[in-house]
């Protein structure tokens, strides 16, 4: 059976055509059953002295293997989904859960690990060699390993039970979200709203085979009633019901309430840090990221909360003001969306569908491709003949100096049965294999841009433009680095709040009259982004970023002091109370229960970690801030941001790494400057 599965083949690209799922399981469980019997072998004659010939590439190989056969399959369950896929997928992630969970607690493997990071055999390995011990030896202790076994128990119960209500927090949520709709039969009420928003609430209600249009708490939904409807008590409602999902108010009072669930959240948590040896949650967050203590993550959010306050304040007053030439006087949480919209429109007449026609796919995807050949010294070339998965992916190859270094597939165009949004994410990891060969680097990046319409080329939103320019910045990270070793090449390794610098980073070249030179092109007429077009846009860039900038200082901070539990005492609510008085221009209605929806922090991976959405922006952006001070296209310093950076991964850590391109430590002003918020605020 196993010799005619495709996923236990050894090929260089997947055969992605010939995978079905029936051969998932037994492919994932044939992998992890030879993974066991290679670490017991492994383990049971250890030798007098380990080193990372004889530990890690060996386990390194075993890493491999198992990608192999996973990778094309989680990349096909979110691309090509189907039920039997899902179902094949669903059934292998406990099995590689509990695969996990054992090699962490391993304490044969934890005492070789150990031995590697001592004496002699430690002084021997290179720099990245020795990151990649020292983060394993953490990791370890931060899975309990090195607790007595009462301990070791107790953490075990902690973190199942953590996982329970993690997802039972999403659970509800999601009951919570779909528990509630509105039906509309009089057109009037949805007046306001366009086409397409009409389209999917008038979908929504044939699916429910109702006539007229439904409302619901879908995002989408709820997102274009805030924005676009004129009905004022309807967005009222609408929004009351959002703002209390899964609360003990609102309209569905009591019903999946995740109030308790938070409660219990919170106290596991610190009952693990406590476990661990941590003084609490937060600082458990912090024993793997970039940011060195609390202090510093809270004096970081404060400053950029002082900072943008009085930008807010102007931006919540122009605001109001507008909202009461239109005849509102009394401007309330669920009227924001819709006159800042109406604002927006008025100020910059300008529209996502009016720059399209000047950003034809390849046209975009050429002038990227040319700004990092300029910036990074590598060519790209597209490949035609290759196993797909579907017939809009495509594969490019990057070549230095005539050699191929690395291949990334690319699935631009959304589809049923694709999962939304964009992401990168590594196929295959850059190696230096035992037998001296390099194993090159291979990425996917996918996105959801709307595909080509009749016989005109696929036509790009700015926004869109954006988004790809972020997924490219991740997948340079992954193709251009020189790390010999998979378990810090590429993103691997890298922490949490600075994997963002170099997505984030490359957002900047979609807002440089150099970049979008390169980048636009009309395509009918070929003719470039025109100059007023140009100016609309750049004016409406950082359109009320003063009241977005809080909102995210609002976030990061509730999320932060909540898990510091500096005054234990404190609920949930009056944590977030404490933090909205201390930075909120416009605190919502005391009926709000946003927490009680925070999936992020308490379903997600967020947990005492929303803050690093802007720590990496305050350095992607200080980065960029040395091309516009040599030039934006400037060789040498795109080759010291390669040098230092991109190909570096998580081989040493990343404030070296930012001093190493910089010169000096992040300053925070680069991103303000961006965002519009510096000098008076008037
Ligand atoms: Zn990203």
New binding site residues.
Partial sequence: MTSSNPLLQSYDLPPFSSIRAEHVKPAIEQVLADSRAALAQLLDNPPTQWTWANLIEPLDDMGEKLGRAWSPVSHLNAVLNSADLRDAYNSCLPLLSEFSTEMGQNQKLFAAYQQLSEGEAFAQLDQAQQTIIEHALRDFRLSGIALPAEQQKRYGELQMRLSELQSKFSNQLMDATQAWTKHITDAAQLDGLPDSALAQAKQAAEAKELDGWLITLEFPSYYAVMTYARDRALREELYTAYCTRASEVGPQAGENDNGPLITEILTLRQELAELLGFANYAELSLATKMAESTDQVVSFLRDLGTRSKNFAGQDLAALREFAAQQGCNDLQSWDVGFYSEQLQQHRYAVSQEELKPYFPVNTVLTGMFSVVERLYGIQLREVSEFDRWHKDARLFEVMEQGEVIGQFFLDLYARSNKRGGAWMDGCRDRRLLPSGEVQRPIAYLVCNFTPAIGDKPALLTHDEVTTLF?EFG?GLHHLLTRVDYPSASGINGVAWDAV?LP?QFMENWCWEPEGLALISGHYESGEPLPQDLLDKMLAARNFQSGMGMLRQVELSLFDFLLHLRETPDQTVQQVLDQVRAEVSVFPPPAFNRFQNGFGHIFAGGYAAGYYSYKWAEVLSADAFSRFEEEGVLNTDTGKAFRDNILARGGSREPMELFVAFRGREPSIDALLRHSGLTGEAA
């Fill in positions: 972020h991740h963002e997505s």
